[in-house]
């Protein structure tokens, strides 16, 4: 079954700096990849996919995220963190080939300083 | 706009009562999800169900059931609640096909006590 690895469960930022935040699979390439992202007190919300389209994969709020078969990676990045950012970060793969049933990382905080 | 709810954002019950949580989405999804959310350990899943009437155990089961008699609607229930069952519960619904990538839809949760 696959896996997601997120390091750093807090990640701590200035307002403008550039945001980037880790996330690594197990095993074979999966045919999706998955960011969420949880503002506080409420539900998940999807930031974006990977659906094997693309390597570069935009989402919502100026987030990105770049898939790498070599280094089994898919981190998100943002260039310049806005208050607004501070949140929880979770990153998803189906638990096994293309299964419906996701297996979530373990979440990164995301600190934004003034 | 699609929706998920829950049908409590806050709850405090006592040790030993018989808990309900209600989940109904508007999507016309096939899979529903019951997960929990602790500081430090992400999202576990508790159950999950692909059509009315099915039910599959997730990864922590133990404690907890589920109904589900309408597409819409997914109960979770503790039969006997305790302490450590005190926590965040997310429900999620997604399609089973067409969907690309199952992405998941969550409600907003509910935030759970029990004294």
């Known amino acids: 079954a696959q896996s997601v690895t997120q390091l750093g469960s807090h990640v701590s930022v200035s307002e403008g700096a550039l945001v980037l935040l880790r996330c690594n699979y197990s095993s074979s390439v999966p045919p999706y990849l998955f960011w969420y992202v949880q503002y506080p007190n409420q539900g998940l919300q999807l930031l974006l996919k990977y659906t094997s389209a693309a390597t570069l994969v935009k989402g919502i709020n100026g987030f990105e995220a770049e898939f790498k078969k070599s280094e089994t990676s898919f981190h998100l990045t943002k260039p310049s963190a806005h208050m607004r950012d501070a949140a929880e970060y979770f990153c998803?793969?189906?638990?096994?080939?293309?299964?419906?049933?996701?297996?979530f990382g373990r979440g990164t905080s995301l600190i934004v300083h003034p | 706009d699609v929706k998920v709810t829950q049908s409590s954002r806050y709850l405090v019950k006592r040790t030993g009562e018989k808990v309900f949580l209600e989940c109904v989405q508007d999507?016309?999804?096939?899979?529903m999800f019951w997960y929990r959310q602790d500081p430090g350990l992400g999202l576990r899943l508790i159950y999950f169900s692909y059509d009315v009437k099915m039910k599959e155990k997730g990864d922590i089961p133990e404690g907890y059931s589920v109904s589900r008699e309408k597409k819409e609607r997914f109960s979770l229930i503790l039969e006997s609640a305790s302490t450590n069952q005190t926590s965040m519960y997310l429900c999620?619904?997604?399609?089973?096909?067409?969907?690309?990538?199952?992405?998941?839809?969550f409600g907003p949760g509910t935030r759970l006590t029990v004294l």
């Open positions: 998803a793969v189906p638990l096994s080939g293309g299964s419906y049933i996701p297996t």
């Open positions: 999507m016309d999804h096939e899979n």
């Open positions: 999620a619904s997604s399609p089973s096909r067409g969907g690309v990538g199952y992405e998941q839809f």
